[in-house]
């Protein structure tokens, strides 16, 4: 069966840090881009960042541009986030999805960021 | 950055019905654009992508059509299941962009 499974959210400080984990299996893996899409409470859908099969090219929406980085680790089937000086903005249900299509997703994890 | 708006925002609509959901770019995609449902707690669904092409398991009243930069998702007979939330998305160009949903109701 083809899984992502997301783990690593939880309550932060602002200023604060956390990393993000995805678990893929069920595929290859490495033949594939892989994304995070996050969504604040009551909100849509916002694309965070993607990631190339060899991590070569990476890509990242403007408002984490500088503060978040996205990695991978072919060899774990693996896909990170890891989040740095997080805003209460960047409060949301993290996914991670699969290739340009997005036809795989995890069932997410919880960021908040509260003091 | 590209922007998607989809029309309409919410819809009542009954089992049976045939129903589309339109979803505009800011700029010509050509045919990079998806189609995804979400039910309440739930991630996401892919149905389309490619604007017309079905997603493996999708049921074959899910229907997209479209290029460039207007797009529909037409169900063709609505069922209890498919009362959910639907977003376009395309990935055309950076950012990828997702419109900001319609929300399909029970009349």
């Known amino acids: 069966e083809v899984q992502l499974v997301e783990s690593g959210g939880g309550l932060v400080q602002p200023g604060g840090s956390l990393r993000l984990s995805c678990a893929a299996s069920g595929f290859t893996f490495s033949t594939y881009w892989m994304n995070w899409v996050r969504q604040a409470p009551g909100k849509g859908l916002e694309w965070v960042a993607n990631i190339k099969q060899d991590g070569s090219e990476k890509y990242y929406v403007d408002s984490v541009k500088g503060r978040f980085t996205i990695s991978r680790d072919n060899a774990r089937s693996s896909l990170y986030l890891q989040m740095n000086s997080l805003r209460a903005e960047d409060t949301a249900v993290y996914y991670c999805?699969?290739?340009?299509?997005?036809?795989?997703w995890g069932q997410g994890t919880v960021v908040t960021v509260s003091s | 950055d590209i922007q998607m708006t989809q029309s309409p925002s919410s819809l009542f609509a009954s089992v049976g019905d045939r129903v589309t959901i339109t979803c505009r770019a800011s700029?010509?995609?050509?045919?990079?654009l998806a189609w995804f449902q979400q039910k309440p707690g739930k991630a996401p669904k892919s149905l389309i992508y490619?604007?017309?092409s079905l997603q493996s398991g999708v049921p074959s009243r899910f229907s997209g059509s479209g290029s460039g930069t207007d797009f529909t998702l037409t169900i063709s007979s609505l069922q209890p299941e498919d009362f959910a939330t639907y977003y376009c998305q395309q990935y055309s160009s950076y950012p990828i962009t997702f419109g900001q949903g319609t929300r399909l109701e029970i009349k």
């Open positions: 490619a604007a017309s």
């Open positions: 999805a699969k290739n340009f299509a997005f036809d795989i």
């Open positions: 700029q010509g995609i050509s045919n990079y």
